[in-house]
T-cell receptor, first 116, second 111 residues
Framework: DTGVSQNPRHKITKRGQNVTFRCDPISEHNRLYWYRQTLGQGPEFLTYFQNEAQLEKSRLLSDRFSAERPKGSFSTLEIQRTEQGDSAMYLC??????????????FGAGTRLSVL | DAKTTQPPSMDCAEGRAANLPCNHSTISGNEYVYWYRQIHSQGPQYIIHGLKNNETNEMASLIITEDRKSSTLILPHATLRDTAVYYCIVSPTGTASKLTFGTGTRLQVTL
């Protein structure tokens, strides 16, 4: 499978715990995006990387959230001191670039987080 | 803020064409129209995109009005597997091009 891979698919945690999600983009895609989706809503942009550089962060990304993309390959999204409001589907996408066809973003299946 | 307006839901009989409208009256000259869909419990899937000309691929056709203020996604022969939420998104090229999703149209294909 050469698509975007996300792990784990599901995560249940207790409030106050830290969680980390991983995203493996399509090989050679230099852009990687994180989105969050709550029930009944469309995905909302969180942050994106070009290679290893994090170039934009949404205001949705509070100080408890941190994302990395070491070496410009896979990415991790960590949430510290989770709150019940963090319960959502976290989606990762990758693309070749931003010009026309290269801006097509390919999404993973997501990680569903439930904070108890 | 989403720059598009879509009906919240639509029904279509299997085998018939599904025509999903989208209004994007504030679209800028450098913005493309993208369509994605999301089948339950999966990530969004790219369908098609266009700038001003009509486009067709193996999945669908995209009809953009001459003034570019609206578009229609056409699934020519809908099947039960096309039941999904369809998102119409406008996004500029040459920039970060994060996608701004609205709430989309929930298409229900029935027998």
């Amino acid at each position: 499978d050469t698509g975007v891979s996300q792990n784990p698919r599901h995560k249940i945690t207790k409030r106050g715990q830290n969680v980390t999600f991983r995203c493996d983009p399509i090989s050679e895609h230099n852009r990687l995006y994180w989105y969050r989706q709550t029930l009944g809503q469309g995905p909302e942009f969180l942050t994106y990387f070009q290679n290893e550089a994090q170039l934009e962060k949404s205001r949705l990304l509070s100080d408890r959230f941190s994302a990395e993309r070491p070496k410009g390959s896979f990415s991790t999204l960590e949430i510290q001191r989770t709150e019940q409001g963090d319960s959502a589907m976290y989606l990762c996408a990758s693309s070749l670039g931003t010009s026309g066809t290269k801006n097509i973003q390919y999404f993973g299946a997501g990680t569903r987080l439930s904070v108890l | 803020d989403a720059k598009t307006t879509q009906p919240p839901s639509m029904d279509c009989a299997e085998g018939r064409a599904a025509n999903l409208p989208c209004n994007h009256s504030t679209i800028s000259g450098n913005e493309y129209v993208y369509w994605y869909r999301q089948i339950h419990s999966q990530g969004p899937q790219y369908i098609i995109h266009g700038l001003k000309n009509n486009e067709t691929n193996e999945m669908a056709s995209l009809i953009i009005t001459e003034d570019r203020k609206s578009s229609t996604l056409i699934l020519p022969h809908a099947t039960l597997r096309d039941t999904a939420v369809y998102y119409c998104i406008v996004s500029p090229t040459g920039t970060a091009s994060k996608l701004t999703f609205g709430t989309g149209t929930r298409l229900q294909v029935t027998l």
